[in-house]
T-cell receptor, first 113, second 112 residues
């Protein structure tokens, strides 16, 4: 079965703090893809990153970084020096053969000024 | 380049009424998807299409039908709306399966 778990339902941090959003996935496929999307209060879904199962290199993009660990089936997302504009719901998703995506239930991040 | 657009943005239906949601993409993508988003449940796949003229069921297909008569359009139909179908509906498209999906702005549907 395919499944994505985002155990953190809501997180609040004070501006400039670092925050890590957890994502754990389950799949028996050997080839799969992992994604993070951001949904700001305006409601649209914004693509952040895509990783395939053969690429375990961590990635950094500005204040954002992602840690992919196949050994623990995790794909965690860290925001460094958080800002109010980072307040949003963040979704982790798993893409597998069969063209389907499986989304986690999302983590709502509030950055307090 | 509009990306993925959805029509309408908001709609109120009475139980038993029917309606069609339209999704259009201008990225020449092969794959298109319809999701619903409900509080605390993330996004759940309703139906998807891997090309013009083809459709397949997703995780929660009951009560919905779809059609992909043109590559750029993917229609989601509700034949007899029920209050349980109150939700936000998102359309997405991708070049191929498991490639990045790009989402439309969403349609908020309220069924009374």
């Amino acid at each position: 079965a395919q499944k994505v778990t985002q155990a953190q339902t809501e997180i609040s941090v004070v501006e400039k703090e670092d925050v890590t959003l957890d994502c754990v996935y389950e799949t028996r496929d050997t080839t799969y893809y992992l994604f993070w999307y951001k949904q700001p209060p305006s409601g649209e879904l914004v693509f952040l990153i895509r990783r395939n199962s053969f690429d375990e290199q961590n990635e950094i993009s500005g204040r954002y970084s992602w840690n992919f660990q196949k050994s623990t089936s995790s794909f965690n997302f860290t925001i460094t020096a958080s800002q109010v504009v980072d307040s949003a719901v963040y979704f982790c998703a798993l893409g597998v053969t069969g063209n389907q995506f499986y989304f986690g239930t999302g983590t709502s991040l509030t950055v307090i000024p | 380049n509009a990306g993925v657009t959805q029509t309408p943005k908001f709609r109120v239906l009475k139980t038993g009424q029917s309606m069609t949601l339209l999704c259009a993409q201008d990225m020449n993508h092969e794959y298109m998807y319809w999701y619903r988003q409900d509080p605390g449940m993330g996004l759940r796949l309703i139906h998807y299409s891997v090309g013009e003229g083809t459709t397949a069921k997703g995780e929660v297909p009951d009560g919905y039908n779809v059609s992909r008569l043109k590559k750029q359009n993917f229609l989601l139909g509700l034949e007899s709306a029920a209050p349980s179908q109150t939700s936000v509906y998102f359309c997405a498209s991708s070049g191929r399966g498991s490639e990045t999906q790009y989402f439309g702005p969403g349609t908020r549907l309220l069924v009374l």
